[in-house]
């Protein structure tokens, strides 16, 4: 069942942070006032009529708010490291500030308990006093308070980078449910009846999970494909009794699942210009009727309304009158800091200028799409960008981009300049978001580099670095090697090495592991999205296995880590169980990528021909029935080409690293033979390569 809703725009802040919105209701009042606190400090409050903002009161903080939380009809907001309070007027009456240094991620309050989460830690405070703390291995990316079953008050769930989320009950977690994905947003759904949460992922999952005092339950955990999800919220638009999952992503879509026989399905799309900070759902132009606020990273405060919603449209009129108004005040701004700007320096001897240049507030992810075996890269100013330069010192595949608005140029890297890549990005005036899909060769490890230059005078970049990974087609699985997976190969790695030696060495190989290692003995899964291969890696001081169904995965992790104790001065010994028939069994999973890559290459080769063929005038000439589809066809193969250009190298040269690898943990060279195996592939007979691996 679909439900449509249409955008109204209430108002623009300066950039919002991902919890800097709440509803606040009044008592008599079935409408709700909508509390905003952005990046310059500023909290504004402000109802709906007829599609236009209310302002009910504004208020300057004193520093960046990171976060907005309403209870009891009083706002909290969480400036920088303080805790501050006010009315629903806008009077300050609570000031806390707590003895961290860190700004507050997200903020709980439930009574006189005050619950907030930092970038690797979570606080508990009674009456302002600490009563529990928790310090988390790997970075903690959202909070909400869940009510529980069983428990005397809401507890914490925690949403933390290896993956999972974390029900605080104290100052260590009563349990630990891991995902598919790292979880970024959390919202109660149907206001937490039942312990129900849902969920959002930088991959771009979602899903529900029961909360119980002992266990987290996953309900269910789904991708439809699309952008990281950057905010959730549940809410009843239909009518139905069941409330619906509004998600928020990174490339500005809003989507609406209804839960029809307890699976999502999609009922609404929308999509805004900026990336979506916040949702959240509330009865603000209607007492009737809800509507879906969203706020992006960019300050704007849109409402998704229902047709037929009693809050009506502002006329056009009065909405040109308010644009012109707001106009002529910024170009008297504008004017007023030419004014200053030009004014006569001051005496020497005088007092020094205080010159500091904003910093601007920058949005970038950098996930890998696991259907397409492919990273994005996404980039997003408040602002005008004027230039992005990416440089690597890896090689990399930089896949051709849709953008019409951006040109593009490469330099070519001398071979002892360390770059493998140098591309730039140039915009044309407006553009404020940047996507390049970029595809990564497993093996190499490195950094990624971009160079970002807003269209700010002066011309000031900013740098932003995203580590590249050995084995940057794996991401993190529930499930590891199952009985029926394949051969499988083990590595096992001893040595006089420590725990975060280990970690780190394998860092260098699997992306996402924690900033540091969680226990004493560590266990994680990993799938390669190319093809459906499986690692298992266990590690402790002293004692690494690795455990893979893939050859070539396997050899990686020994070349990385033999590279990265060299230069520790650390002794490590290797044993390794390979299965013969390992190298086969991968090859047949990327046989059917071979075979159709080979296939669009012979067809996109052809098309010239049939057309000249085509456009002779000759009406004798019939093309058969094989023929004429690829020249029906045309669009589609060459944009398919055009997509992934170099995509039937990397095949083979995977396959030939495959055979390599074979032979080297047999201790023979093969690289020989590699010109016999390059004439079979090109051939494209699966038994004949088969029987080359064998010989």
Known sequence: MEVSLTPVEYMQAASLSA???????????????????????????????KGSPVP?????????????????EKIFVGVHNQVKGYSRKGKLFFEFAPQIAEPILAMGIYEDHLHLAYDHKYFKFENCQETASFASNDRILDMI??????????AAL???ADHSLRLMTGSAPAWSVSLQGRPQALALYAGGADGNIVFGTACGRFGLVTCSARAGTVAFDMSEGGAGVTAVCSGSFMGEGLDEIVLGRADGTVQVYSMEDGFPSLAHTTRLPAAIASVATGLVGSSSDLEVIVTTCAGSVTGLVAPGADSGATPAGTKITALTNEITELQQRLASTSRQRKAPAPALGGPALDIRWPEPAIYDSFVLIEGEAS??????????IETVVLQSDVPVDVL????TLLSVSFTDCRNDSGNQLLATYTCQPGVNRLQVKIRTIEGHHGTLVAYITPAVRPLISHVRQYPIRALSLHHRAAEGLSAGA???NTLTLTGAFSLSDIHGWLALCLPDLPEKAPKEVNEFSYRCSLIDTRLECAYQHGQAVVRTDSLSALSIVRDVVTQAATLRNCLVSFECDVDDQSAVHVFRLLFPLLQAQNALERQVSLLAALRELSLSGEDAIVLPA???????????????????????????????DLYIDKFKFQGVNAKSRTKQLMELLERCHEQDIVDFFNA
């Not at 308070?145 to 809401?154: D, R």
């Not at 051709?400 to 953008?403: I, L, T």
């Open 145 to 154: 308070l869940v009510p529980v079953s069983g428990l005397p008050a809401p």
């Open 19 to 49: 919890h800097a919105c709440a509803f606040l209701s009044s008592a008599g009042h079935r409408t709700q006032k909508v509390v905003v606190g952005d990046h310059d400090g500023t909290i504004m409050c402000f109802g709906a009529k």
């Open 375 to 384: 990273y994005l890269l996404s980039i997003e100013l408040h602002t005008s």
């Open 486 to 488: 394949g051969p499988i």
């Open 158 to 160: 925690l949403a933390c």
């Open 56 to 72: 009910v009161f504004q208020q300057t903080a004193g520093g960046r708010v990171s976060c907005v939380q309403v209870y009891k």
């Open 626 to 656: 094989q023929y004429q589809e690829i020249l029906d066809n045309a669009d589609r193969l060459q944009a398919d080409f055009k997509r992934q250009p170099c995509q039937l190298e990397r095949l083979y040269g995977m396959i030939t």
């Open 400 to 403: 051709d981009s849709k953008e």
